[in-house]
């Protein structure tokens, strides 16, 4: 699976043709990796399986529409382990592990396709 879907980036750039619109949406993506990020990891820490799960469906919501679509399904994986309770805390912090590593390739790409516009 691709990083970046370029269906989606291609649908993007069709909606709104000016550049900034797309330099607008990966900046706000990368502010908002290191929030949610740190809400999933203080929700782990906490064992609050509904904020793990909150966190992780408003990453999973976000980082689709940028076409980040593994990433998207790594959130969905943790949002569903939210959702039951976090049986496995080991594996929901691999998840976030794994979420981190994909939101930062993720940003490295989108990051290069805004600048090569």
Known sequence: MPTIDAKTIQELKELQPDPKFMVHLVNEFAKQIPEIT???QAGLKA???TEVASAAH????SSRQLGALKLSELCLQL?????EGLP????????????????????KELK?????K
């Open 38 to 40: 740190q809400a999933i």
């Open 47 to 49: 064992k609050k399986a």
């Open 58 to 61: 408003k990453f999973k919501s």
């Open 79 to 83: 949002e569903k382990a939210g959702k």
């Open 88 to 107: 496995d805390f080991t594996q929901a912090e691999q998840w976030l592990a794994q979420i981190k590593l994909a939101s930062a390739e993720a940003l």
């Open 112 to 116: 290069s396709i805004v600048s090569n």
